[in-house]
């Protein structure tokens, strides 16, 4: 696979840099050391990547907008802004950070919010929707779990404003109008 076909995971505002490549560790999945992201989330490569992808992937992880530099962004690139919101200074990074990502229109990101183990989740579901948008294989059991339709009828009968209301939930009525 060249470089061109390589995914990259970015990680913005995590409390402890680093940088890996699995394409160099896949026979050594098992053993790979567990990152720490923030002080109560540790990322077990296993517990995101499969251990039988064909798909080469970069992961990249920043403190602050400086350490990041002039990384190169790839095609197939997922940067995610990680925030804790029960650590103030996460709080901060992360709005100083997307003070930088507006200047910086080349990286489109996403918030991830949480902490520990949800996180961590936020962030397999991410990483696995990506792959599917760029068309990459996807493990089913490691993506989101579609949630079953909250409104699965459809009703053309009446076409009255009040039972429109009611039936989307909607808290403002929508007045008929006579015109004869």
Known sequence: MTNQDACQLILLGVDHPFA????????DLNTQACVLLFEDCELK???????????E??????????DM??????TNTLALLLCNPSNPQSTLRSMAWRK?????????FEVIYGQGTEMIERIRFAWQAALQKWGRP????????????????FCEKCSDPLCESRLFGMRHVVKSVDLT
Do not use: M
């Not at 992937?57 to 400086?66: E, G, I, Q, S």
């Not at 530099?69 to 790839?74: P, S």
């Open 20 to 27: 890996f490549d699995l394409s160099l560790a896949k026979g």
């Open 45 to 55: 490569v296993l517990d995101v990547f499969d251990r039988d992808g064909a798909t």
């Open 57 to 66: 992937v970069h992961v990249y992880a920043y403190h602050t907008p400086k």
């Open 69 to 74: 530099g002039q990384h190169r962004v790839h």
């Open 100 to 108: 930088h990502l507006q200047l910086e229109p080349a990286l489109s």
């Open 138 to 153: 996807v493990n089913a059991e490691r993506a989101r779990p579609l949630e079953p339709l909250r409104y699965s009828a």
